[in-house]
């Protein structure tokens, strides 16, 4: 085990340990909301399902990690790799699109126009979400079955957990291939991201004046609200953006069959599963009251056996 190995064993852990605190207590508090009214609200329901979908993705991930590292693939042997590279292929693909309508929701929510069309989307944003949500999930659920076909281990080579794959002369296949998951993953998510925030932000300042003028308590705390959503949202793009922006040379490589950088997309997806949470307990009100009320319980009892 060489010592970039050790470093990248040791930095997936540290990312899919904290990322699992945020997306429990993520799950933990809308649980208990659903528990106290029996129904969450439409973005509640997608926050939750990024946060199932994040630690589904850090448990498979670290089970991957300590694998890949350690050597140990003959000794788990095939079906494991068939069901955690699909899983590290389908989930962060779900994660994405639900990022992305996500912010389409808000948007729709935040956005007030008087045009027929808006308004009657307003009205069936709920139906809408739904199914194309359900499309989303099987289609990339379709785009992540080919990987079980490329596992195959060569027992006879020195490296044979880090050349699982089967290496095919097939390039313009596996250029298709590659091109068709970074379009419909993480080209289409990203520009509906950007379209919601950019016009989140558009609606923002151009009513910013008449909210200055007609300015009241709840209407400054509306606004406060709008702009912490907005805050949130290009969060949530940005980091999308610097963990696609680093795997997406790499996603090629694969592509055309130079499998021995797939680790580091592995820590990129980790990466991303930890750091959404922190995003969206910050920038939703819910669970940042809630995070704040946990801070101060155990800032007391702290205190109170301190003394």
Request: charged residues 10%.
């Amino acid at each position: 085990m060489e010592v970039s190995d050790i470093m990248l064993l040791s930095m997936g852990v540290l990312i899919v340990w904290f990322g699992c605190i945020w997306n429990m207590f993520i799950i933990l508090v809308l649980t208990l909301e659903y528990r106290r009214s029996q129904s969450l609200q439409l973005y509640e329901v997608i926050v939750m399902l990024i946060s199932i979908c994040n630690l589904i993705l850090e448990v498979a991930s670290i089970c991957w990690f300590f694998v890949f590292f350690l050597s140990l693939c003959l000794s788990v042997g095939k079906l494991f790799f068939q069901v955690t590279e699909t899983l590290l292929l389908f989930l962060p693909k779900v994660v994405i699109w639900l990022t992305a309508w996500l912010c389409f929701i808000y948007c729709v929510k935040i956005i007030k126009v008087n045009w027929g069309f808006f308004l009657q989307l307003k009205q069936k944003i709920s139906l809408v979400v739904k199914i194309m949500a359900t499309g989303m999930v099987v289609m990339c659920f379709v785009i992540s079955l080919p990987v079980n076909f490329i596992i195959n281990f060569r027992p006879n080579t020195t490296e044979v957990c880090r050349k699982y794959h089967m290496i095919t002369n097939n390039t313009e296949m596996n250029t298709i291939y590659s091109t068709v998951i970074s379009f419909f993953t993480s080209l289409m998510p990203l520009i509906l991201m950007l379209l919601s925030c950019f016009s989140i932000v558009i609606f923002l300042c151009q009513h910013s004046r008449n909210m200055d003028k007609n300015i009241n308590s709840s209407s400054s705390s509306r606004n406060e609200a709008h702009t912490a959503v907005a805050i949130m949202l290009f969060s949530l793009t940005a980091l999308f953006i610097i963990c696609a922006g680093a795997a997406l040379p790499i996603n090629i490589q694969v592509g055309l069959g130079q499998y021995s950088t797939r680790r580091i997309i592995a820590i990129t997806q980790a990466l991303y599963s930890a750091g959404s949470p922190v995003i969206l307990i910050m920038g939703t009100v819910k669970l940042r009251k809630s995070f704040i009320n946990f801070c101060s319980i155990n800032h007391c009892k702290l205190h109170s056996n301190t003394l």
